[in-house]
């Protein structure tokens, strides 16, 4: 295994701080442990849940407008829980949370706030988090491990199958990976908190139509998905091969729901009929075909993450990924191959450059110039053409030892660094 650099000892430079002092710790300073990667310990008794879930719930509301697509695909064997978070860049675009207990969070955590309209100039200035925003931003991670072994992601779905999804409730959608960090003990009691409230589902407004959330602890996987509001489960149950569904289906989740797969089966034609928007078909596919190799090490999670990083096929020049080209319409498979819609014309895609290449960057400007008219321009340096989209973080966690692998911008390391050195990430002491 590869030797991975440890948080404690590459505290480069301070990128800004509010700091308190309670118990001899220092909290809210941001230390950076690479270019554009932040280490923060949080303080648990300012920190305020229902106020942060509140804020994401207007928060969102007000960007419903303002769609754009996220694809991220997870899996879980093992004692291991991987994760490829597929966004855009942002001036920040990974941001390491501590959160120890205290106040009322029940378990402490580590967890990771990303690149999107989550983090940015509006929360951080001058590389300093203002007033609300540290009660506020911690509500935003998006995966993240606790201390009695629980690890959480959050996917998107753009589709949806039932009568609609929630617009009102009690749970911002962005929010229930911090409300299982904070208070789930297994994945059981992660299921029963999460059937006490009601999962408002308004990311459509940041990305595709509904979410959906990848849960594990020592013994089991789930995949808690919303059906027309109502929350569907489904389990992976431990064998000597892996983490199964009753239907015989790994525990992966890329961007499709996971109960129409036990349903109808990946890619059948009764598949493609009930679920016309799927995205992530290709990447849950290759997934599965590497999957045994998943239980062995942390460096073979990492190679099953790098085979599906979002910017290397993004500028493929070839055909791949019909699913993740056909967000803003459908697509399918028939007599004639692949194909999928847009603006209402059908596009063959059989001998066809990639789509992304059609598709996106006639929309790149577009959703560039939303974006920075809304949150400012992007500083990023790293931040050219295509690069808007990529895989912003990899991370794997082991739920044995309780701590993370993490990679930062898949584009910064594709195009800077000859060799992957994952960041350890690990619970607060």
Request: glycine content about 8%; hydrophobic content about 35%.
């Amino acid at each position: 295994m590869k030797k991975y650099i440890m948080l404690s000892a590459i505290t480069l430079m301070t990128a800004g701080l509010i700091s308190c002092k309670q118990e001899n710790v220092e909290y809210f300073k941001m230390e950076s442990v690479q270019e554009n990667t932040v280490e923060v310990l949080w303080n648990p008794e300012e920190y305020d849940f229902e106020l942060g879930n509140k804020s994401y719930i207007e928060r969102l509301a007000k960007l419903s407008a303002a769609k754009s697509a996220g694809a991220c695909t997870s899996w879980r064997n093992g004692k291991f829980h991987g994760r490829n978070l597929d966004w855009y860049q942002a001036d920040y675009g990974c941001i390491i949370v501590k959160m120890p207990k205290g106040g009322n969070v029940k378990h402490a955590s580590v967890g990771l706030l990303n690149s999107s309209p989550t983090v940015t100039h509006e929360f951080i200035k001058d590389g300093v988090i203002e007033g609300n925003n540290k009660s506020i931003l911690p509500c935003g991670v998006v995966d993240g491990i606790n201390d009695a072994g629980v690890v959480i992601n959050i996917n998107i779905v753009p589709h949806q199958p039932g009568t609609g999804y929630i617009t009102e409730g009690d749970l911002c959608c962005q929010c229930v990976v911090r409300y299982v960090l904070d208070n789930a003990g297994s994945v059981d009691e992660a299921i029963e908190l999460l059937e006490g409230r009601t999962v408002v589902q308004s990311i459509v407004g940041m990305a595709g139509d509904e979410t959906h959330y990848m849960i594990s602890d020592k013994e089991k996987t789930a995949v808690v998905e919303f059906d027309g509001g109502k929350m569907a489960v489904t389990y992976f149950d431990k064998s000597d091969k892996g983490y199964y569904s009753k239907n015989g289906n790994p525990a992966i989740m890329t961007n499709l729901y996971d109960f129409e797969v036990e349903e109808w089966g990946l890619g059948t034609d009764d598949f493609y009929e009930n679920h016309p928007l799927a995205m992530g078909v290709e990447r849950w596919a290759s997934v599965r075909d590497q999957y045994d190799s998943a239980a062995l090490s942390v460096d073979d999670n990492l190679k099953i993450a790098t085979s599906v990083w979002y910017y290397k096929h993004f500028l493929a020049e070839k055909d791949l990924w019909y699913t993740d080209n056909a967000v803003p319409s459908a697509y399918g498979k028939d007599e004639k191959g692949w194909y999928y819609f847009a603006d209402g014309n059908r596009v063959d895609c059989d001998g066809h450059v990639s789509a992304q290449h059609g598709y996106w960057d006639a929309a790149m400007d577009n959703y560039r110039a939303r974006y920075e008219s809304e949150y400012g321009k992007l500083d990023d340096p790293h931040v050219k053409g295509n690069d808007f989209w990529e895989t912003s973080h990899t991370v794997v966690y082991d739920i044995d030892a309780k701590k993370g692998y993490l990679i930062p911008f898949e584009n910064f390391y594709a195009k800077d660094k000859a060799i992957l050195e994952p960041i350890e990430i690990s619970l607060p002491e």
